[in-house]
């Protein structure tokens, strides 16, 4: 047995390799039910239940943090009362490719099997390799960011300038404020070419994707965090925010938050 000692691991043995990121809007009128299909049917079903996964969580952007997004024209979201729903799965390093294969077969097989729902549409849907991640020393690591529980996750979504490489982006984010007790940064895979129907994958390749989770009251620091970062990466000349966007925590097991998205 490894001794832990009162921080991380020497070798650090379970690593974060990857995540499926996935955003979706529910149609009108159908917002409860989806809610409890998705916590109590497809968030187990369709990636807990697989090998490799090692945590997952929940989260909904209600209509006042829908306000806080930017750009207004984002083409990961070109309607900013939509995607109300993020979900995100962490999988074990090691493990991506397998978890992939597996999560398209059972996809098939939820559709087979009559256990889908179809009053829904997916806005954003891909898997994501890990890349980085951003942290206080002895902080929380990225691979408990699921289950550490952040009431909010924003995430950022950027295209670096041509000649930026994302080492020059990962520079300048650390030499900034943590945005959060934790941070990951991805980088997206393409889709399986037997992804599930409707799902629909951003095409762009050179984007990265980070996830901030929060334990500050998102709202009340936006002005002075997430709010102006966008205008201050363009000032660095380093590329453009394409999607902006804070979530809160859903509330497993209750309907909290449904009367609320738009």
Known sequence: MQDLGSGK????????????????????????????????????????????????????????????????????????????YLALYWVLAG?????????????????????????????????????????????VPVELALDHRSPYVVVVIGEPTAGTSLDDVDAWFRDQPLLGVVGAELTAIPLPSDAAAGVK??????????????DADLPATWD??????????????????VLVAPFRATVPGTDQYTDQLW
């Open 201 to 214: 994958a951003d095409s762009a390749e050179n984007r990265f994707c980070q996830l901030w989770f929060v």
């Open 95 to 139: 493990g991506f490719g397998q978890w992939m294969q597996w999560g398209s077969a059972q996809v098939q097989w939820l559709h087979e099997h009559d256990r889908m729902f179809e009053e829904r549409e997916h806005i954003h849907t891909l898997m994501y390799k890990f890349r980085t991640e951003f942290e206080e020393p002895d902080g």
């Open 9 to 84: 691991t020497t070798e650090r043995p379970v690593r974060l390799g990857g995540a499926l990121v996935t955003i979706v809007e529910p149609h009108k009128g159908h917002e409860v039910a989806y809610n409890r299909w998705y916590e109590r049917d497809h968030f187990y079903a369709g990636c807990m239940i697989g090998a490799w996964n090692i945590s997952g969580a929940r989260f909904v952007a209600t209509k006042d943090l829908k306000a806080l997004r930017y750009p207004a024209d984002s083409p990961v979201i070109p309607d900013p009362t939509s995607g109300s």
């Open 224 to 241: 002075d965090t997430f709010g102006p970062l966008g205008r201050r990466f363009a000032e660095a000349g380093l590329g453009e925010f």
